[in-house]
């Protein structure tokens, strides 16, 4: 786990907490427009101790309520002895995450270590792998007949025996359960799924895709949707978003009417 940036106070991080930010370095996928691309490339970046943040968080801990682990994507290196000090401190912590490791995520459930988690929704499945920039595969698991000793998986008729497939490690090629953190996300008391808009790519059609899709794997309508302005500060992964504008906020309140009709608290951050 690298600490690649510490923000002492955000008032916006953890909706209705005064909290710290902790971002770890590193993801698995490379949005185009991502926001934070220096912690997604570039691990020269200075680092921050552990011990010098836990420090920090005893002194503050009358005046804080929480901490946020963002990045990059922190579930993909987080220690979960440190956040179990930091929640040993009395704080309520919120996870970012894309949704990739929800094997962790629910190591961090069953332990009792969050009270909040917010999970980005890209886009519609068919426009994963375009906007990530990685291979995302969903796997319809109905089909997988038998995952074998030796690595190999066998599928039903209808999938592709190639693709996506076992590596020597036993890993699926492309293939990450976001599925699978919908639904261990929706049984939170408290959480958030959100859309950075971007105006060429979210349409009406696509958040009505995405809002289908989040209540069809959750078996139930979602509690909370936002709509996250796209914001071009100009340090982007991919050049080919160089010109993208920000989000209008006539935009995203004309998709926010759409939204409600498969959510009943949709929120809009410009
Ligand atoms: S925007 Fe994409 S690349 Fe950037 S941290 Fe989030 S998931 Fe990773």
Redesign the pocket.
């Known amino acids: 786990m690298k600490i690649k940036g510490f923000q002492k106070l955000t008032l916006i991080d953890y909706p209705g907490k005064l909290a710290s930010s902790i971002f770890l370095f590193g993801?698995?996928?490379?949005?185009g427009?991502?926001?934070?691309?220096e912690?997604?490339l570039k691990p020269s970046l200075e680092s921050y101790s552990e011990e010098d943040i836990l420090n920090f968080l005893e002194k503050r801990k009358k005046y804080l309520d929480g901490v946020c682990f963002t990045?990059?994507?922190p579930l993909m290196t987080l220690d979960i002895n440190f956040v179990e000090k930091i929640k040993a401190l009395g704080y309520f912590i919120k996870i970012d995450t894309?949704g990739s490791f929800p094997e962790k995520l629910l190591e961090l459930i069953n332990e009792n270590l969050i009270d909040y988690v917010a999970m980005?929704i890209?886009s519609s499945k068919e426009k994963y792998s375009e906007i990530?920039n990685v291979d995302v595969n969903f796997l319809d698991v109905q089909n997988v007949v038998q995952v074998t000793p030796s690595n190999t998986i066998h599928f039903g008729a209808s999938q592709n025996p190639n693709k996506p497939h076992f590596s020597e490690c036993g890993k699926i090629h492309g293939f990450y359960d976001l599925e699978e953190s919908i639904k261990l996300i929706s049984n939170l008391p408290d959480y958030e799924f959100r859309t950075?808009i971007l105006e060429e790519y979210h349409d009406i059609a696509e958040i009505r895709k995405i809002l289908e899709w989040l209540n069809k794997t959750s078996g139930k309508k979602i509690k909370r949707f936002v709509l996250q302005g796209f914001k071009n500060h100009g340090k982007l992964?991919d050049s080919k978003f160089n010109e993208e504008k920000n989000t209008s906020e006539e935009h995203l309140l004309k998709l926010k009417k759409i939204a409600e009709e498969y959510c009943d608290n949709v929120i809009v951050r410009v």
């Not at 993801?27 to 949005?31: A, D």
């Not at 427009?33 to 691309?37: D, L, T, V």
């Open positions: 993801c698995n996928f490379k949005c427009f991502c926001h934070n691309p912690l997604v990045g990059g994507e894309n980005d890209k990530t950075t992964i």
